[in-house]
């Protein structure tokens, strides 16, 4: 089955807690992006990834990180440091060649704080 | 900085009437323009874009868009609702962040279809 996973679908996080989302694609897109969606302000952009070991800052960076060791995987860590991370985490990939304008999106990870 | 404004937080229309979700942007190049659905706790999907081609761009479930360099807008339609078509719809324009192609996302438009 082709596409885009991201696991689990909902994740509790503990004050002071690091947690790990997990977005894995078989599409063999190279640009693969992080967003955090929040009622009513739309879709911002953590990080983003063209290539597999290097990644970019997007809007809204602090208090997350991410890794590409792989170019089917772009996990984001949710740091201590994000003091509000309960939002809708949606991960995002895109191909080259033709449509390589179009991003296309997992079914998302709704994370929440005990 | 490119920038993207959705009219209307909350639209509602009657089962069968038309569907208008106003979009629009500023750019200052020929921009990639897209509509995407959201259905609760779901992932985005593509509805349909504009990528320089006809400026009358037909997507899935029945929706077209018009793309209006004049009035810098790309809104939404749909001839008669259905009621499947509740959902969150999200109006989209692509840049460019030195070299990178980045979606910049408008605040969403939240449709309710009336019985």
């Known amino acids: 089955d082709g596409g885009i996973t991201q696991s689990p679908k909902y994740l509790f996080r503990k004050e002071g807690q690091n947690v790990t989302l997990s977005c894995e694609q078989n599409l063999n897109h190279d640009a693969m992006y992080w967003y955090r969606q929040d009622p009513g302000q739309g879709l911002r952009l953590i990080y983003y990834s063209q290539i597999v070991n290097d990644f970019q800052k997007g809007d809204i960076a602090e208090g997350y990180s991410v890794s590409r060791e792989k170019k089917e995987s772009f996990p984001l860590t949710v740091t201590s440091a994000q003091k509000n991370p309960t939002a809708f985490y949606l991960c995002?990939?895109?191909?080259?060649?033709?449509?390589?304008?179009?991003?296309?999106f997992g079914p998302g990870t709704r994370l929440l704080v005990l | 900085a490119q920038s993207v404004t959705q009219l209307g937080s909350h639209v509602s229309v009657s089962e069968g009437a038309l569907v208008l979700l106003r979009c629009n942007y500023s750019?200052?190049?020929?921009?990639?323009l897209f509509w995407y659905v959201q259905y609760p706790n779901q992932g985005l999907q593509l509805l349909l874009k504009y990528t320089s081609a006809a400026t009358l761009v037909k997507g899935i479930n029945g929706f077209e868009a018009e793309f209006k360099k004049s009035e810098t807008s790309f809104h939404l339609t749909k001839p008669s609702a259905h009621m499947s078509d509740a959902a969150e719809y999200f109006c989209a324009v692509s840049t460019r962040d030195f070299g990178n192609e980045k979606l910049t996302f408008g605040t969403g438009t939240r449709l309710t279809i009336i019985p």
């Open positions: 750019s200052s190049v020929p921009p990639y």
């Open positions: 995002a990939t895109k191909g080259a060649g033709k449509g390589r304008e179009t991003q296309y």
